[in-house]
């Protein structure tokens, strides 16, 4: 079993629609947590970025931490198109060497005009 | 604003040639990592570097070298490539807080 699960997708939603993304984790030593948009042909681009447990807004974007159920989301309000993209999480320990960062795999979401 | 940037961004190898890909980033960022990107494989660290002069193994190291001899540079190296080694190679910089990528190089082995 992988430390961090993240649904593949595709996940479809038309435009204006709530996107919901989520990861599950099995390491209850992670306490920052990070997701990551990625365009096709380009690198990953850190959208939030949140330590411990709680919400975090920025713009049309929130990211939602639940250490108890080792359990985040992010929900981008109001897609557009130009959302479309794989949607990384990431999280790492307090002091992990090098900061090094375990991945999901990814969610693929389209969002159609 | 150039942020992380790799060289080259595309490049075509045979089996058993050698090659350095190139990063550079202008953050003043301690720490740097390597990373190869395959389907269905997700982000797989390689190497990684907490400061100059040094390096570290990450999750796949083998077949592959580094040196970080300036903080603003890493360097990934491909003593003898195998087709194995296909995939596109990201580098990253960090100091507090997440990771900052380039846009990677897609690297073909034949």
């Known amino acids: 079993q992988k430390e961090v699960e993240q649904d593949p997708g595709p996940l479809s939603v038309p435009e204006g629609a709530i996107v919901s993304l989520n990861c599950t984790y099995s390491n209850s030593a992670f306490q920052y947590f990070m997701w990551y948009r990625q365009y096709s042909r380009k690198g990953p681009e850190l959208l939030m970025y949140?330590?411990?447990?709680g919400n975090k807004e920025d713009g049309r974007f929130t990211a939602q931490v639940d250490k108890s159920s080792k359990y985040i989301s992010l929900f981008i309000r109001d897609s557009q198109p130009s959302d479309s993209a794989t949607y990384l999480c990431a999280m790492s320990a307090i002091k992990a060497a090098g900061n090094k960062l375990t991945f999901g795999g990814g969610t693929r979401v389209l969002v159609k005009p | 604003n150039a942020g992380v940037t790799q060289t080259p961004k595309f490049r075509v190898l045979k089996t058993g040639q050698s090659m350095t890909l190139l990063c550079a980033q202008d953050?003043?960022?301690?720490?740097m990592y390597w990373y190869r990107q395959d389907p269905g494989m997700g982000l797989r660290l390689i190497h990684y570097?907490?400061?100059?002069?040094?390096?570290a193994k990450g999750e796949v190291p083998d077949g592959y070298n580094v040196s970080r001899l300036k903080k603003q540079n890493f360097l990934l190296g491909l003593e003898s490539a195998a087709p194995s080694q296909t995939s596109v190679y990201f580098c990253?910089?960090?100091?507090?807080?997440?990771?900052?990528f380039g846009d990677g190089t897609r690297l073909s082995i034949l």
């Open positions: 949140t330590y411990s447990s």
């Open positions: 953050m003043n960022h301690e720490y």
């Open positions: 990253a910089s960090s100091y507090e807080g997440g990771q900052h």
């Open positions: 570097s907490v400061g100059e002069g040094t390096t």
